[in-house]
């Protein structure tokens, strides 16, 4: 009998350590708004789920580092990694490494370089960036009647995310509703709201004038509006847009300092990209992209959304 007990013991203690999973997570970088509600959304739902451990770590805006922390995921033989790619140029390498591996991997956030030829074990879940620099460029033609001056503020430059987001900007200047609309200036501030204010103060400086400021995500664009604001100007007079919808720009919406903002469900993608893994990690099929969808925010919305980023 005791033998039986102790069978019966020994087979649920395996059948546990067959279920679970430990998950490496390589993250661009921590010190960043919307990136840290993507996290934590993604460790908020592990802690969910049975059996489920992640091991996260902060690459720290270094390409470099984020390899050498996917090699450290594949030498503790972690049964699956996700990855907030710093450098999108970067991640074929990465892919390969995984892939020689045998060990899943999902790109989260910020599609790879190499998105259409992804091994058979990997995938990307994020928004279609598509929509997002379309969605905002849209609405702040309507609001200035498709006419006037804009600068645009560009994410990281070696991000697929920047470089998107900015041809959406010019791919709506170019449709009849919007060719009124001139781009006086565009530059990067690397998604950082201190360079996005010490680029406006440059351009303030230089004495360009503009009626809009299309940024490609909320940080600059806030940045943007205290370097606006510090030079005296009046915000009713300038539209200014982003892409994320974070609590900071939310509230500066409803300030009537920010005026159209895009909601990316940064949670939505943390929990999408470790459901992809989990399920790779078992031998289930994913699609190869799974788009969770952009929403336009606007000062008639903006409550809606207040609790969600």
Request: glycine share 8%; proline share 2%; with cysteine.
């Amino acid at each position: 009998m005791k033998k039986f007990i102790l069978g019966t013991a020994m087979a649920l203690v395996l059948s546990t350590a067959a279920h679970a999973e430990t998950v490496g997570v390589s993250m661009a970088k921590f010190d960043d708004n919307f990136l840290t509600v993507l996290r934590n959304g993604m460790t908020d739902y592990a802690k969910t789920l049975s059996g489920v451990t992640l091991q996260v770590e902060d690459a720290q805006n270094d390409v470099s580092k984020q390899q050498s922390q996917i090699q450290n995921f594949i030498a503790s033989k972690v049964d699956a990694i996700i990855v907030n790619p710093v450098d999108t140029d970067a991640t074929t390498a990465m892919s390969k490494l995984a892939a020689d591996a045998g060990i899943p991997l999902v790109y989260v956030n910020r599609q790879p370089v190499n998105v259409d030829t992804l091994p058979d074990n990997q995938a990307f879940v994020a928004s279609n960036e598509q929509e997002s620099g379309t969605l905002e460029t849209k609405e702040i033609c309507r609001i200035l009647g498709g006419k006037g001056k804009a600068v645009v503020i560009m994410g990281e430059l070696s991000n697929q995310a920047a470089r998107m987001r900015t041809q959406d900007v010019h791919d709506v200047i170019k449709t009849d509703e919007c060719k009124g609309l001139e781009i006086v200036e565009e530059q990067t501030a690397n998604w950082d709201r201190t360079q996005g204010a010490d680029l406006m103060t440059n351009w303030l400086s230089s004495g360009i004038e503009f009626d809009a400021v299309i940024s490609n995500n909320d940080e600059m664009a806030i940045g943007a509006i205290q370097a606006l604001k510090a030079a005296g100007k009046d915000m009713s007079k300038v539209v200014v847009g982003g892409v994320d919808a974070t609590q900071d720009a939310l509230a500066a919406m409803q300030a009537g300092d920010l005026d159209v903002t895009v909601f990316q469900d940064a949670a939505g993608q943390g929990k999408g990209s470790l459901d992809a893994a989990l399920k790779l990690a078992k031998g289930e099929k994913v699609d190869k992209k799974v788009y969770i969808p952009f929403q336009l925010v606007t000062p008639e919305n903006v409550k809606d959304f207040v609790t969600k980023n």
